[in-house]
């Protein structure tokens, strides 16, 4: 202790002479953590946040600058949440009202065999009646050929002819031969059973990326038209259930999409319907959908306060605010976690080589410089 009290700080060693003691001749001897929270670095009050919110299903604003560790902070969240809790999403068509396709949940991994099966059904009745016609074209033409032979009128072979390519294009173009692709249900969600909940990236997307659309249909009539329910396009809100839903910059969506947000936080379900008034997919409105994610949204300062009043304010309430750090102590713990830091980077390209030791040492220089203070070490690391 020093005569007025206060701790003596001890000086780090300078750079070129520590990265020479470490027991490491490039990244790759270093080992790197499992979980993705662990690779975070410099924000441990935020992991702790982060799992907090994720054993509470809370949603979480994270406020920083770029390259700070907000998306890894994000996506380190769904090692977190329960992974028995992931659904399937089945649309089906609705003879009552064709413009409002039912929706069915099951259990994860239930939706690809339920439509698979109903794909071979269509197929084999497809079938069946592809053969129930070519056998009356058959028997249609061996009668013409017989009553020629009997009168060898020539006029009976016409008949005949003109008969068949009636029956042809009345089954090939009916209404009833649509039958079998309305009975085929649409995998809007679909998950394997050993899945991890979902993370889902919604940064910059549009209203139909996040919310949902539905397809324009040019042929709406005469036997042409695509049911409505496979014309439907899950959001990224849909996509995200059960897992983490997150979005940088969230200032940038629009209001409206802003306000639908809010909405799918509330309800936890929102319906799919056309996004652009000139579509036939304005027409069309689904059953709600399930959308119960966990919300991590991110920006600076001035980002957040251009967020939807309503839609902050639901966040804050409900979960938490986290600042984020932009620069940690320089010391020889942290300089170590910078060099698994440059090892996970490296890992994660798979193009770049290995960095020796003295080129992680110019990173750490790097590192104390642009953090503008002295003993002070950067977390601006994009």
Known sequence: MSSDNKPLEIATPDIDEWIESRGFETTADIKIPEKLADQVIGQDAAVEVIKKAAEQKRHVMLIGEPGTGKSMLSKSMTEFLPKGELQDVIAYHNPDDPNEPKVRIVPAGKGKEIVAAQKKEAMAKKQQKASIITTVIVVLLMMTVAMFIVTQDISIILVGIIAVAILFFATRYSTTGKQESYIVPKLLVGHDDEDTPPFVDATGAHAGALLGDVKHDPFQSGGLETPAHDRLEVGAIHKASKGVLFIDEINMLRMESQQS????????????TGQSERSSGAMVKSEPVPCDFVLVCAGNLDAIQGMHPA???RIRGYGYEVFMRSTMDDTEANRDKLVRFVAQEVARDKKIPHFDKHAVGEI????QRRAGRHGLLT???R
Request: charged share 25%; no cysteine; aromatic share 4%.
């Open 364 to 367: 750490i220089k790097e590192a």
């Open 311 to 313: 839609l902050r304010s």
């Open 379 to 381: 977390l601006r690391l």
């Open 261 to 272: 947000l809010l909405t799918a936080l509330q309800e936890g379900k929102f319906s799919i």
